[in-house]
T-cell receptor, first 114, second 115 residues
Framework: KAGVTQTPRYLIKTRGQQVTLSCSPISGHRSVSWYQQTPGQGLQFLFEYFSETQRNKGNFPGRFSGRQFSNSRSEMNVSTLELGDSALYLC?????????????FGSGTRLTVV | DQQVKQNSPSLSVQEGRISILNCDYTNSMFDYFLWYKKYPAEGPTFLISISSIKDKNEDGRFTVFLNKSAKHLSLHIVPSQPGDSAVYFCASSYAGGTSYGKLTFGQGTILTVHP
């Protein structure tokens, strides 16, 4: 059974640019959540999508957005990149987005903003 | 506002001994608690979880204890092995629409198991 796949693994962007990250969930999983991990703030929840609808959102500015497609694959977009956006971006998939132990994480995309 | 706290940034243990990782939370709404293990350059891997209706859950070498009155949980690893060396995160969530897909994580504890 394939795991959660995130692409690309590494990315270097310049301040002011925008970036799109991709996440393919485990087959059958309809919920995809996104997290940002930084040394200072730890793992912070960005948003969650289920059946192409955003059901939950964390405390991030509007520059951070996402979407989910009918095959449950999800993308997140960050516009007008800032140096502080440098982080490891993780996505996690689950069947329904609630419950114990149901979240499987991908290996992440390491974004560096210069 | 850190709702989930892991106060020990690191823990060093001898192989074969017990590792105890601790986690405190402040949000009384949390009713699911999970532990994840993370290696560098990889995503977190689920280890074990517990519901607030229980006070203990075991899975092989891993046991999680929950003390609701103290808002405290701990992960026991017995016996510890060098392959257990990683960063351990506790995470919490609760049932309800505002928590869909959301886990609240602690800052992590780096566990080092020495041969």
């Amino acid at each position: 059974k394939a795991g959660v796949t995130q692409t690309p693994r590494y990315l270097i962007k310049t301040r002011g640019q925008q970036v799109t990250l991709s996440c393919s969930p485990i087959s059958g999983h309809r919920s995809v959540s996104w997290y940002q991990q930084t040394p200072g703030q730890g793992l912070q929840f960005l948003f969650e999508y289920f059946s192409e609808t955003q059901r939950n959102k964390g405390n991030f500015p509007g520059r951070f957005s996402g979407r989910q497609f009918s095959n449950s694959r999800s993308e997140m977009n960050v516009s007008t990149l800032e140096l502080g956006d440098s982080a490891l971006y993780l996505c996690a998939s689950s069947l329904g987005g609630t419950g114990l132990g149901g979240y499987t994480f991908g290996s992440g995309t390491r974004l560096t903003v210069v | 506002d850190q709702q989930v706290k892991q106060n020990s940034p690191s823990l060093s243990v001898q192989e074969g001994r017990i590792s105890i990782l601790n986690c405190d939370y402040t949000n009384s709404m949390f009713d699911y608690f999970l532990w994840y293990k993370k290696y560098p350059a990889e995503g977190p891997t689920f280890l074990i979880s517990i519901s607030s209706i229980k006070d203990k859950n075991e899975d092989g070498r891993f046991t999680v204890f929950l003390n609701k009155s103290a808002k405290h949980l701990s992960l026991h690893i017995v016996p510890s092995q060098p392959g257990d060396s990683a960063v351990y995160f506790c995470a919490s969530s609760y049932a309800g629409g505002t928590s869909y897909g959301k886990l609240t994580f602690g800052q992590g504890t780096i566990l080092t198991v020495h041969p």
